[in-house]
């Protein structure tokens, strides 16, 4: 193999990773430069050579020297200027910007086929998990129709230790924070962002159809409380954040993120702590799962460096290295609106304590076609109780309908919370 | 992408499955000949063009205008002797055959690296899972060291439906031939060859050394009865036929297929039917685990199509395609004897009924370095009782010595198994 000369843009958690792991790898690739936001800060890293950094960015991309630029700052400025900088420049790109990608990876694709440069994302989607590489290249025969998955360890671990120790959201919010699982400002996080940023890119390479960020439902964890999770587990679920997606025989696609409860005994149900899981389901391969570490500093540098191996092993060896992973999803897919979708659902409501309310809520949802599949009552006090209902699968729209008429309804107190089940 | 043409040799369950998913790619890949053993059975095998059909696979690997030959014929001879052929003529392979691979993988591919040619074998390990590919190209930056697998469906169904109804090995085996998940010959399966086959190679490209099949220690699942299934429940563990793999920092591996009592809460217990699962572990990617169908007509296509496809992607670019894809472990791995290393023991017996049995077992353990953490008695009768014991990490030849000498004792009546736990 030829050796490569790689600059790597940001020195933070997965610079520093993929820093150390280069270090096994110097018969193949040279670390040409590195930036950094401030190179007087103290760095973690044995043997770091400082003659390699440098604040200017602009550096890197613009070094004719420089065969591969690893973009691991994360954001999308001014990430997004330098990759356009780089590309331009005929640099192949690594990067792990979830964020840039899902937003801007239309412009930059095209740009990089233009310049015929590939950029390379292992490391975006699912951390450490072998998930693009094999989707376009050994999975390529296969018509993917459907993606279930975690990809989301800060939300993914917030619900396992509410479930294992039946605590509050914001209890375990915070120990997570402390324990450096969540961010100070945890909103890219259990908004459901992140994973929005990663379903919407692995769906666009899974249904060779571009999927936009801005099309897609999605929806955190912040309203799940100790008590969702309690009912859901009677009911013979756990509640877990889902990226999801399908495509239909038309080319709509039904792309979210949301809560859901998921059936104990499903794979995704066993899923906990920071794991992230993919399930991709399609002909002729069936069902396959990739589980892993889907984030962390070891774990993500282990994609990154994978990609910079695999542009290692070709460059100079071709002028058009790694074809199968140059993207093409110009055409867009058809979007189905959730109010269209049908879904079983998980209602907790508070009633009034008095005979007839579930026969009230029961006669709502006939009204709207909503059959109920699973009832639970428990009275809190004597003036009120607690009702959870699940329903058969029932039109996002009905269910809207039928909530609008329980909350104008007197016997029904307080509609607590609406999560989606998985089929 | 350039069109290939390929030369199928086989048209089986595996080569139909191949046939139909190729008729989705012919922009890509030509189809130029099919070899099969009687050109005159009738197959199921819709819009079949049947001018493809040769019963001499001779004129396939010698067909100068075919660049990729495709192997699903399975067995050594004559699939040694024919891709032997076809490698001196500059083609590339893709082959689902394990056996061949286990048994003279050394010498394929030493002669394709002579020849310039790839061979891919995507679909010999665990079918339809994507593994060979990304343990080459995504995860190449790793030092894998340890591997824990499912690989042989016939035995995980066998062992999971013992399991479920409480059946012993004889029933559920034809019940498993009756539904076409075990041969009429199931010795390849059961006795643990087919597992054996797949850990060589898999563990071959995962520590970048040669394992030797000879080398390696195999059992089977003949002698689990339900009662050894029951017994493992109330331990807390599941029975199944696990191929591991492991390399210490001295080189030295330990390679091997065995039933195994996995604890419950272990992934691995928890893949049930004809279902595989690998487990990769190794830095700096930590842990991942992918699962899946490891056989089956459409589930092992998937594989071998997308071995075909990468090749078109590459094929005509290129003079070196899949540089990365390239064998070469020419050096050896070192092995260590079986009887070298520790491991927890299910040891079950029959013994007498008299007080002081247990003491017995004790003292013989004892004075072979063996300390039991758990022991379960039950009286089968007046005169006999059955008594399971679960050892703390020991030496295998510690174990044999104690057993040898348990035969020579009175008071134990009969050694009915002897089960490694997984730690």
């Known amino acids: ?53 440098t604040e200017n960015s602009e550096e890197i991309v613009n070094d004719s020297d420089i065969d591969v630029v690893v973009e691991v700052m994360g954001g999308v400025n001014p990430a997004l200027s330098l990759i356009k900088q780089a590309i331009n420049n005929k640099k192949h790109i690594v990067t792990a910007n979830k964020e840039l990608l899902a937003k801007h990876g239309e412009e930059l694709f095209q740009l990089a086929k233009e310049n015929n440069t590939v950029i390379l994302y292992e490391a975006a989607i699912a951390g450490g998990i072998p998930l693009i590489m094999p989707v376009k290249t050994i999975l390529r025969a296969n018509n993917i129709t459907k993606i279930d998955a975690i990809l989301n360890g800060t939300t993914n671990y917030i619900l396992t230790k509410m479930d294992e120790d039946n605590a509050p959201y914001e209890k375990v919010l915070k120990e997570a924070q402390e324990l450096g699982y969540a961010e100070t400002d945890p909103t890219g996080d259990v908004e459901g962002f992140d994973a929005a940023y990663k379903i919407v890119t692995l769906a666009t390479i899974a249904f060779n159809k ?41 080319g709509y696609a039904d792309v979210r993120v949301h809560p859901m409860l998921v059936p104990k005994e499903h794979v995704l149900a066993t899923i906990n702590n920071v794991t992230n899981a993919v399930m991709l389901s399609g002909k002729p391969v069936g069902e396959v799962i990739f589980t892993g570490p889907g984030a962390g500093e070891m774990p993500t540098a282990s994609s990154v460096v994978g990609d910079i191996l695999s542009l290692a092993a070709e460059i100079g060896k071709t002028d058009y290295p790694l074809p199968m992973m140059r993207c093409n999803h110009n055409e867009e897919a058809k979007r189905i609106d959730i109010g269209e979708t049908k879904n079983r659902y998980y209602i907790s409501l508070n009633t009034e304590n008095i005979p007839g309310t579930i026969g009230i809520i029961g006669t709502i949802c006939g009204k709207h076609k909503i059959n109920l599949s699973d009832i639970l009552q428990k009275s809190s006090n004597k003036n009120t109780a607690e009702v959870v209902v699940i329903t058969a699968l029932s039109k996002e729209d009905d269910i809207k309908a039928a909530l609008k008429e329980m909350k104008n309804t007197k016997a029904i107190l307080k509609i607590n919370n609406l999560i989606r089940l998985m089929n």
């Open 1 to 53: 193999m030829a050796k490569i000369k790689v600059g790597i843009i940001g020195l933070g958690t997965v610079g520093s990773g993929v820093y150390k792991t280069l270090q096994n790898f110097k018969d193949l690739v040279e670390i040409k430069k590195i930036s950094v936001r401030n190179i007087n800060k103290p760095r973690n890293i044995e043997n770091l050579d400082e003659s390699l950094l």
């Open 210 to 250: 571009r999927i936009k960020l801005n099309g897609i439902y999605r929806e955190g964890i912040t309203k799940i409380t100790d008590k969702d999770i309690k009912f859901a587990n009677e009911f013979g679920y756990k509640i877990k954040l889902i990226a999801t997606a399908k495509i239909d025989e038309n």
